[in-house]
């Protein structure tokens, strides 16, 4: 995930980026952070972690298969081929189609 989703997401979901569920998320999904890691350093417990972090993981999820439906993609995400690319390790084929 890169921070311009991850602040995208954070605005759309109404998000507080000063609060600690949202900055753990951010040390996570951006920094390479455990969750444990993370609870521990915004002291909040790991389950609240675990929670934000799938929130923005799924948002993101759910926003690439709009965009591909606008792209009029017509084939369905994989899982593996989503989470690649909220991981920013994506691969194409060269036609600008995720390989699942």
């Known amino acids: 995930m890169t921070e ?3 602040t995208y997401i954070t605005t759309m979901t109404r998000g507080q980026p000063e609060s600690a ?24 417990s790991r389950v609240a972690v675990a929670k934000s972090v799938r929130r923005y ?3 993101a999820a759910e926003g ?3 965009f591909a439906q606008l792209l009029g993609e017509n084939r369905v995400l994989s899982g593996v ?20």
Request: hydrophobic share 50%; aromatic share 4%; net charge positive.
């Open 4 to 6: 311009d989703i991850f």
């Open 21 to 44: 569920s949202c900055r753990a998320a951010h040390a996570v999904l951006l920094e390479g952070m455990s969750q444990a890691e993370a609870a521990q350093r915004f002291a909040i």
């Open 57 to 59: 993981r799924e948002a």
């Open 64 to 66: 690439l298969r709009v």
């Open 81 to 100: 081929a989503v989470k690649s690319l909220i991981l920013g390790m994506n691969e194409t084929n060269g036609k600008n189609k995720v390989l699942s």
